[in-house]
């Protein structure tokens, strides 16, 4: 059998990793400037994480929600403290399109309507209704398309209003990312955050905020979106979450009444995944991470932006975009091939995606600033 061709991949074979390097078959170290879309948040193989996995493995590995989980409350307790949205109820799920697609549909459970309005240049998922509310037609399958979804544009209060004024009965909820991730490091103003909420709040409809890229201290807040002080009725996340071990959350204010059977999977919330996220909540806490993550990104800000080819830096922690004059894809082989570095790309060509570990030291960030000197410097 052969895999289903869907990813360009590049002809690296990761075999081995640690801290923020890679090493590849052929013995070649790495830099991770990506996290693997984001993923990697205290780094691979933090070593108590590995660990907790391992003493987990020796006891449990898995039972399905039919049974006490107590590993499940710890989680809970701990990301309700280390976000601040302490009286949520915690859904737990296996990635950040099911969360987010349990999002959309505990929304409409409560306010009994069916448009969900979203935005230019997002990215939820490939599931169902999460795919419906991206945008990007390439990926949305007939089966997927329904006018019940509504498009406003980013940033745009004015449209907005406009659109809340045409739908507004009928919108149950608006989803939106903490930062638009895929879409190029797009950060939304605190005007518009506050006039989703207001509006949100006029016409019954639930705030989802995405946090499944922004989140998890990566922006050097818990979620990106609590920098405005606005505070989201549902809010997702999942990469960051588990370090690459496979989790989802759904964080939900307790307006939301839970009955059996409303939600519900297999695999979400089980103990290896459980003890995954409850390790990264504890690294984080005990290592000051989000302040790393404050501090890094000012560091790389501060020591790039006076380079050539750069046009603007668009950055909250350790979410970087940087947008060059011209296509990204060279740059970003050249940093790859010539350099050792991982970095990411984005919907627009132009924005260099840099998503590194949320412990990155100084010397490292170093190699890679040293490195996109010498690469921009060559163009
Ligand atoms: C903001 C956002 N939401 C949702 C998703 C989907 O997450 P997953 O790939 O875990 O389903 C992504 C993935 O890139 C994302 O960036």
Not at 26 to 37: I, N, P, R
Not at 128 to 157: G, M
Request: proline share 3%.
């Amino acid at each position: 059998m052969n895999l289903f061709n869907v990813y360009p991949l590049f002809n690296i074979n990761p075999v081995k990793a640690q801290g923020s390097f890679l090493w590849d078959d052929k013995g070649e170290k790495y830099l991770d400037f990506y996290g693997g879309h984001a993923v990697i948040s205290i780094g691979h193989n933090h070593p108590y994480y590995q660990n907790k996995l391992k003493d987990q493995l020796e006891k449990i590995s898995f039972y399905s929600n039919s049974v006490q989980n107590e590993l499940q409350t710890e989680l809970a307790e701990k990301l309700g403290k280390l976000s601040g949205y302490e009286d949520y109820n915690l859904f737990l799920c296996n990635s950040g399109a099911e969360a987010n697609e349990n999002a959309l549909k505990l929304a409409s459970f409560h306010n009994g309507k069916s448009k969900v309005l979203y935005f230019s240049g997002s990215f939820h998922g490939r599931t169902s209704a999460a795919v419906s509310v991206t945008d990007n037609p390439k990926i949305v399958a007939p089966v997927n398309f329904s006018e019940r979804f509504i498009k406003s544009e980013w940033n745009d209060v004015e449209q907005l209003e406009e659109t809340f004024e045409k739908f507004g009965s009928e919108i149950s909820s608006v989803i939106i990312e903490g930062i638009q991730g895929v879409g190029g490091i797009m950060i939304p103003t605190p005007e518009f955050l506050s006039k989703i909420k207001e509006l949100c709040e006029k016409y019954d409809a639930v705030l989802i905020l995405d946090e499944v890229q922004s989140g998890y201290g990566r922006s050097g807040y818990f979620f990106a979106h609590q920098e405005s002080g606005v505070e989201a009725d549902i809010i997702t996340t999942a990469k960051g979450m588990g370090n690459g071990f496979p989790v989802g959350g759904v964080l939900i204010h307790p307006k939301f009444q839970a009955s059996n059977g409303l939600l519900g999977t297999t695999f979400g919330g089980n103990h290896l995944a459980c003890v995954a996220s409850i390790a990264v909540l504890d690294v984080m806490k005990d290592e000051n991470l989000i302040e790393n993550a404050q501090k890094m990104g000012e560091y790389i800000e501060k020591e790039i932006k006076d380079l050539p080819h750069i046009k603007s830096i668009r950055r909250k922690g350790l979410m970087i975009g940087i947008e060059l004059d011209r296509d990204c894809s060279e740059v970003r082989k050249s940093l790859l091939f010539d350099h050792h570095i991982f970095t990411g790309n984005s919907n627009d060509k132009t924005v260099l995606r840099i998503l590194p570990a949320l412990n990155i030291k100084k010397e490292e960030t170093d190699l890679f600033l040293n490195a996109l000197k010498v690469v921009l410097g060559n163009i």
